[in-house]
């Protein structure tokens, strides 16, 4: 059988994954705060006695496209968004402090502030929890304070301050639940140590930083490469069978 079956196989999977890949992107283009994957691979030539053109298609670690999406204003308290760099740090179901910039924020029958997903908010001395009040205002520091039940509207007491980070971005890595965190490599000692200059504008919510078209025009793209890639393992299937039955003539 003539290996070339195993270059074109090697193609067309790479171009299945890719193409998942801004499946989800496009997936996600109304997700507030999700950051685009990109889809990688490069050619990597073949051991051994080989032809030099052939080479095979091999996946490169994939990456996280962290720029800002554009921010949509909601006038609700509870929705912050970050002001230029940084990362709202949260506490996932395992306890783990990840990031993310989406800031769609609740408060739960205990008082805890949560993303609409469920985790955990953290404040610069862990997860923020607000006693009973008449209203929640959040300050551009992420300053989160309250007007107390039963007190005057200027009577505002300051509860605590929403943990914003800004790790650098070489070092961060986007996991399979969504939330960025520290590539294992970057790891450090502790939690991540909040940034005084991070701002917060609240009232908003940043949007993803997908491009539905760009998306679409890659998706079709990949379509294209794919349908390449099986017609050089039907034309090498092809090209065995000949050699089979040329063999079977001699």
Do not use: C
Not at 2 to 19: C, H, L
Not at 54 to 78: I, V, W
Not at 113 to 120: A, C, Q, T
Request: avoid cysteine; aromatic fraction near 4%.
């Amino acid at each position: 059988m003539d290996k070339s079956i195993y270059i074109g196989m090697s193609g067309a999977k790479q171009n299945m994954m890719a193409q998942q890949a801004h499946a989800n992107n496009l997936a996600n283009v109304n997700t507030t705060g999700f950051k685009k994957d990109f889809a990688q691979a490069r050619s990597m030539p073949v051991f051994g006695e080989h032809h030099p053109t052939r080479a095979y298609a091999m996946t490169e670690r994939p990456g996280t496209d962290f720029s800002a999406g554009p921010l949509q204003q909601t006038g609700r308290n509870l929705d912050v968004a970050m002001d230029g760099e940084g990362w709202l740090a949260v506490q996932n179901n395992q306890g783990e402090e990840v990031f993310t910039r989406s800031g769609s924020l609740q408060v739960d029958v205990n008082g805890m502030i949560r993303l609409g997903s469920g985790e955990m908010v953290l404040g610069n001395g862990g997860p923020v929890a607000l006693p009973p009040y008449e209203q929640l205002l959040i300050g551009a520091d992420g300053t989160v304070s309250i007007q107390p039940v039963g007190g005057p509207p200027d009577q505002l007491v300051e509860i605590d301050r929403l943990k914003l980070v800004n790790p650098p971005s070489d070092a961060l890595m986007k996991g399979e639940d969504g939330f960025i965190r520290r590539k294992p490599d970057q790891a450090i000692d502790g939690p991540e140590q909040p940034d005084a200059n991070m701002r917060v504008a609240s009232g908003f919510l940043e949007s993803s930083n997908v491009n539905a078209v760009e998306e679409m025009i890659a998706n079709l793209e990949l379509s294209r490469q794919f349908e390449m890639q099986v017609k050089v393992m039907q034309t090498a299937d092809e090209n065995s069978e000949v050699t089979a039955r040329l063999l079977q003539n001699l």
